[in-house]
C-alpha cells in the first residue's frame, strides 16, 4: 500500500511500528565523541568544533546506522510515510536551533552543552505524539532539567559532565524504545495468529 492509499492513520501506525534506533545511536556517539573531547582536550576552539561537527553529524550517522537497526532512511523502494516527513522536519528544525547556539557560544563558549543539548533534544516531543509513547515527552523533559541543573552545578566540567548525561539519557532511551518495539512486534504477531 503506497501513500496515496494509505491514510494518514494506516501511515502513523506504520510509523510507529517501526524500532526507530538509528537516530538515538547516532545520538549517543555524537555526545560520547563530545564528552571524551570534553575530558582530553584543553582548548576552548577545540570543544567547540569537536561539539558543533559530531552533533551536526548525527543526522548523517542515524542514516548510515539505519542500515543496520533495518529502518533503511535511504531506501527508495519503501512506500512514502507523511511521518517521515514530519520526523525529519523535527530533525531539521533542531538543526536550525544552532541559530541560538552560535551567538550565545560567541559570547561564552560554555554554553554550548547547554543550548545545543536542549535544543537538539526538543525533537523528542513529535516524536512521542507520533508513536503515541511517552519515551519522546520522557527523553526531552529529563534531558532539558537534567541539562540545565548541570550546567549550573558544574561550570567547569560542562564539556565533560553535559554530554555524558545526554549519553546516559540516550542509552535509557534506546533499551526504552527497543522494549517498545518489541512490543509492538509482540502485539502485531499475537494479532495475525487470532
Excluded: C
Excluded at 546506522?65 to 533503511?72: D, L
Amino acid at each position: 500500500m503506497t501513500a496515496s492509499t494509505s491514510s494518514l492513520a494506516q501511515q502513523r501506525t506504520q510509523f510507529a511500528s517501526r524500532r526507530l534506533l538509528a537516530m538515538p545511536l547516532a545520538g549517543t556517539l555524537a555526545w560520547a565523541v563530545v564528552g571524551v573531547a570534553g575530558l582530553t582536550l584543553s582548548s576552548p576552539l577545540q570543544l567547540v568544533w569537536t561539539l558543533y561537527l559530531s552533533t551536526g553529524s548525527i543526522v548523517y550517522l542515524g542514516m548510515f546506522f539505519s542500515r543496520f537497526t533495518g529502518e533503511h532512511f535511504l531506501d527508495r523502494t519503501k512506500p512514502k510515510n507523511e511521518f517521515d516527513t514530519l520526523f525529519f522536519s523535527t530533525v531539521a528544525m533542531s538543526l536550525l536551533v544552532y541559530a541560538l547556539a552560535i551567538p550565545f557560544a560567541l559570547t561564552d563558549y560554555t554554553s554550548l552543552p547547554l543550548t545545543v543539548g536542549v535544543l537538539t533534544g526538543l525533537m523528542w516531543l513529535p516524536l512521542s505524539w507520533i508513536i503515541r509513547h511517552w519515551v519522546g515527552v520522557f527523553h526531552a523533559v529529563a534531558r532539558t532539567v537534567l541539562v540545565l541543573a548541570a550546567w549550573y552545578a558544574f561550570p567547569a566540567q560542562r564539556f565533560v559532565i553535559i554530554p555524558f548525561l545526554i549519553v546516559g539519557l540516550y542509552v535509557a532511551t534506546i533499551l526504552i524504545l527497543e522494549y517498545r518495539w518489541r512490543a509492538v512486534r509482540q502485539q502485531s504477531a499475537d494479532s495475525e495468529l487470532a
